[in-house]
Structures are given as structure tokens and as C-alpha cells.
DNA sequence: CCGAAAAGTGCAACATAATGCTCTATTTAT
DNA sequence: ATAAATAGAGCATTATGTTGCACTTTTCGG
């Protein structure tokens, strides 16, 4: 239904370029290993909190930003 | 616990740009009016589908950045 | 100041996110 | 090819997000 594939693939990215395996991430983050399995396998509706959670411990910011009305695609 | 109110304010503040209340904007957005005072008063912690389709309606973008390890502050 | 509109709150029902445990599948290194 | 490491899945439990309804509080225009 929504674009979470983007915020997934981001995720994911980030954390094998860091050389950091689910299990560190969950350690590093406080999220489960479970609740970031499913996550990462493209399931489920994780909350703020869950994201917020993982972006910090990856470096990562989440930001809200206006859309570009027509971008040059 | 999080910098929740970092987005809070602005899907707050670009619905107030854009002149538009929570009534209505539960209306484009599909989320429930309930809700979305929950969520400008501060209060629970919404999902990702909720945060989207919020964004969305306001036109606004959510996007993972890389953190500035130290930004010129 | 007063009334209407908009925003916030308490309560309860329902849906589902988060989690642990166990097991399976896939990936990776030797 | 195989073993070890890493990732994904099923199931059940607990915690909590979402929602509607009714009511209170705040904001704003006249």
C-alpha cells in the first residue's frame, strides 16, 4: 500500500554497510531481533518509535520534508 | 523518549500553512479524526502508515538521511 | 463578552505491532 | 560440498496503536 520499501531498503543498506548483522542492530538499537526480521523482510507496520529507534543507532535521521511538486524527473 | 516532536510540529505546521483543520485533514488523509488529535497533542506513537498517509496529504515527504556527525552548529 | 468552530481528553472495543521461542531457509566462508 | 553464520517464518502472548462516541477546553471572529 505505502512506499515502506524505500525506508526498508535504506535501512538495510545502511546497516550492511556498516558491517552490522541484525542481531548487533537489535543489541545497538533496543528493537528486538524478531520485530527487526520482520521488518526488514518487508512485513509489517513498524511505529515511530521502531523506526526512530533504528535510524539512530545506524546514524541515520528521519526528516519530513515538502515534496517537490515536479521534480525533473 | 524520542524527538517525536520534531515531526509533529512540522505536519502540524504545514497543515496550518496550508489552512486546513483536523477534520478535514482526516478526511484526505484517511486517518481517523481521533487520531490525528492524539498525535498533534503529543500523545502515542503512530505507525509508519499513519505518519505516510499524513504526509502525504500535506504534501510532505518522510526520507531517511544520513546524520551530520557534526554539523557546523 | 459570547457563541461557534476547532482542538484536546476519557473510556472502551478492536486491530495489530512488538516480542520470545523454535524451526527452516539462505548466505557465506573454508 | 559442507558447516557455520545470518536471515526469515509460524505461533502465541502481551502491549499498544487506531477508532468512535461523548464531553471539556481552548481559540477566534463578531
Chains 1, 2 share one sequence.
Not at 20 to 28: D, G, I, T
Not at 29 to 36: D, E, K, P, Y
Request: proline residues 3%; hydrophobic residues 40%; glycine residues 6%.
Amino acid at each position: 500500500m505505502l512506499h515502506f520499501s524505500e525506508l526498508i531498503k535504506t535501512i538495510k543498506a545502511r546497516r550492511e554497510m556498516l558491517q552490522v548483522n541484525q542481531e548487533m542492530l537489535a543489541e545497538l538499537s533496543g528493537v528486538s531481533l524478531r520485530t527487526i526480521k520482520q521488518f526488514e523482510s518487508g512485513k509489517g507496520n513498524p511505529t515511530l518509535q521502531t523506526i526512530s529507534k533504528l535510524a539512530d543507532a545506524l546514524g541515520l535521521e528521519l526528516t519530513l520534508q515538502v515534496k517537490q511538486l515536479y521534480p525533473d524527473k
